[in-house]
């Protein structure tokens, strides 16, 4: 992953499948969202639906769109 923008994902809302911690958002398409765990020991990185963190998919996948859109060639 390359050392660009990303978005945090609130604990409550959703944590890594491997480890527990904190997950950040990278990338964005049509139908997923790119996320990687923060932490060192881990750093695991893998795609998830929009609607991964109980949000129905209006909170984490819009504000994805809008920060990644460019880069995603939207």
């Not at 969202?33 to 949000?55: G, I, M, R």
């Amino acid at each position: 992953m390359s050392e660009k923008s990303t978005i945090l994902v609130d604990l409550n809302d959703g944590c890594c499948r491997s480890c527990g911690g904190k997950l950040q958002i990278f990338h964005v398409d049509d139908c997923s969202l790119e996320v990687e765990c923060v932490e060192e020991d881990c750093l695991d990185a893998y795609k998830v639906e929009p609607d991964a963190f109980a949000d129905g998919g209006i909170t984490y996948w819009p504000q994805a769109m809008v920060a990644f859109g460019q880069e995603a060639g939207e």
